[in-house]
């Protein structure tokens, strides 16, 4: 059995973070990193038509040189990647990183001692990361895949609305256990099955009737109630009742 690894989630907005090589590996990494919200510098001499691009367009910073230690680049960086196709310039670059004492991941080293990268399926705020420790990176990116059909979009706007449920939550009941009950109550309503359907301001109604019902009743029976009067609204659309958005869930049913 090899090592276990400890998964995290890092915060890089605007943290320098510095790829050598730029190959292939290098624009996948730059491209999750972009995605982070990193400022991606780029060492390598040789470099994709995209990483290229980003260059030009100033969304990296992309020096087209030969990697030598003691580039600034690197004394800034928060993490350093090694992804040359060079065996002895990735292990001087991780040498290097060791020496700075930064989080350093190589390409083509696993006993190399820094992290690795998992595959990765995003949906708003929602992170589901998969390793296999670097037994199989084809088995990662294949599970990744299947993963990808098991959270549909509406993932997305389901955990914002989570968010905002439970923020207001945290204003309205000082007892934390209440709370952690009501939280948990909330993961029973049908509120995917809605958001499926109902995107915009039909979602939007949809999260003030909830939060109205709920801060009338901030307490796990009132999550329990609501979760109930919701499922009836999801399951009858047609039946009576008073409310317009109501009636804008009924007129629009998928
Ligand atoms: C250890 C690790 C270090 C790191 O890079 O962080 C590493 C190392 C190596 N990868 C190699 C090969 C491939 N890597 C991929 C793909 C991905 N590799 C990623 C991560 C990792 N790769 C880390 C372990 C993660 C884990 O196991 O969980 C992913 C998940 C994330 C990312 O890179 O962003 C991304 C999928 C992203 C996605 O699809 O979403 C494919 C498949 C493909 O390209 O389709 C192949 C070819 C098929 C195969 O070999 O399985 C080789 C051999 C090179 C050779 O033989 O020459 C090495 C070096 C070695 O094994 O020593
Ligand atoms: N971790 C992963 O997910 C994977 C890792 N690999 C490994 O990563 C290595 C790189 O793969 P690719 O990106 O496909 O290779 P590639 O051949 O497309 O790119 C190599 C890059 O390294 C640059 N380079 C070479 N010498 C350099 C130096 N002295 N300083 C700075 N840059 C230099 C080149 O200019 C080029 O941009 C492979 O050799 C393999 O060992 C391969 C596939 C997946």
Known sequence: MGKAYYPVLLDLQNRICVIVGGGQVAE?????????????????????????AWGEEERIGLRRERYSPGMTELREAQLIFAATDHAGVNAQVKREAEELGTLFNSADDQESGGFIVPAVVRRGRLTVAVSTSGASPALAAALKRRLEAVFPAAYEPYLELLHDLRTSIQEWVPDTRIRQEMFRGILAWPLLEVLEREHGEAAAGWKSLLLERLRRDPSPAGVERTGEWLLEQVRQPGSGGDSGHRSDYRSNPG
């Not at 990193?38 to 990483?51: D, F, G, L, N, Y």
């Open 28 to 52: 996948r990494k730059a491209a999750s990193l972009l995605e982070a919200g990193a400022m991606v510098k780029i060492i390598a001499p040789e470099v994709t038509p995209r990483i290229e």
